[in-house]
């Protein structure tokens, strides 16, 4: 198998082609499955040739890894305009195409399979989750956030992620339901966190003021702390 | 170092001293930093000994792993009786004891380290979620549950679990409030999922008809419910 074309490629776009290769088939079968020889085949290059630029398996996958995690991380990146509960629904949108374009790789990442785990790839996650969680923040316009809030949004991360996975596991259920189930949860899981902190209410409350009033999300809040409280 | 008093040990009690001896030490310290060396002075053996009954750190540390996992996933059974809020609740107080006491290896299991991620380790962990979920079927009385509610249940959990562990890193909420917050979360959860599915919401209502009827939990799902309807 080959590429058909062959040039000489420089040495970062040789490598740059092997990462997005390498990606593509990571995401597609869980990694382990995934040898050096169909890497090679993939990109229309040598095994050895794939040994020159990246000394094993682990380190193409770790390249991999930082792209897909750059691009993740970019996904809850939008515009600082409209409804906290729109942004985040937009968010979600772009989270949940990632997860269907990443299937296999996302899942066997999160679920620890032996060729990952290594302290590198573990650093990558966490950095994709706090770059997630510091989004947030700043969609909540907040800067210094009290524990609970910061227990609120980071555990609210962790449903996210656990979500994607159990959707994955045979997609049961519509990937728009989800999407918008989970800015709800975020709605109803801040909403507890409020009952238990005078602060966070207030701060919730200021951060819901530009939503719209009769949107779903700001509906359940409202009564949501009116309850609580 | 010795325990004082030496005896012959069976190979089946040596094996489980060991593995008690390992579990505190694992328990109490990152699993990566402790040596062979450390658990046979803690037991009062040579370290060849200890090879004799396990043949490496990582099969002693699954076999601890197994009796933490054991005593763990046993923590979810509580009497089927009072309301499921009530029992959500003394769950919880079970589940962040043993967190409490396991904390630093809980943590590093948790999140991954080196020497844990092992396909082993990771099934344990597996085992216990399931276990879990298994349990809460049974508290809520629902044999066969629809997608929704298994989602729902599947993701508290790993709430639950990240919880616990932005918990222990630093402590900064007190434990009881987390706990009662935790199965607020349940209901705040179940509620919106409820949302979605008129067949959950019959069932969360059945659910929690022996609830009472001034409980927070009651107060909380009932009202959601009727908002997300």
Not at 143 to 170: C, F, H, K, N, Y
Not at 173 to 189: M, S, T
Request: proline share 4%; no cysteine.
């Amino acid at each position: 198998m080959s590429t058909g074309v062959r040039r000489r490629m420089g040495v970062e776009e040789r490598r740059q082609q092997l990462i997005g290769v390498a990606l593509d088939l990571f995401s597609h079968r869980s990694p382990d499955e995934v040898s050096i020889d169909e890497i090679a085949a993939a990109a229309g290059i040598s095994r050895p040739l794939v040994y020159h630029y990246f000394p094993g398996k682990l380190s193409l996958y770790e390249a991999a890894l930082q792209r897909a995690s750059d691009d993740l991380a970019g996904r809850f990146v939008v515009a600082q305009e409209g409804s906290l509960g729109g942004r985040l629904l937009r968010v979600m949108g772009r989270f949940f195409d990632f997860v269907d374009d990443h299937g296999p790789g996302f899942a066997a990442l999160m679920r620890g399979g032996p060729a990952v785990g290594s302290s590198t790839t573990n650093a990558l996650v966490d950095g994709v989750r706090h770059a997630a969680y510091l989004q947030i923040l700043s969609h909540m316009k907040v800067e210094q956030p009290p524990a609970r809030l910061e227990l609120m949004i980071r555990s609210w991360i962790s449903l996210v992620e656990s979500t994607a996975l159990i959707w994955l596991d045979g997609r049961r259920i519509p990937r728009a339901d989800l999407e918008r189930q989970l800015v709800h949860d975020f709605g109803a899981l801040a909403a507890v966190s409020a009952a238990y902190d005078d602060e966070l209410a207030a701060l919730l409350r200021e951060s819901l003021r530009n939503e719209p009033g009769d949107g779903p999300f700001t509906d359940l809040v409202v009564r949501l702390i009116a309850l609580a409280s």
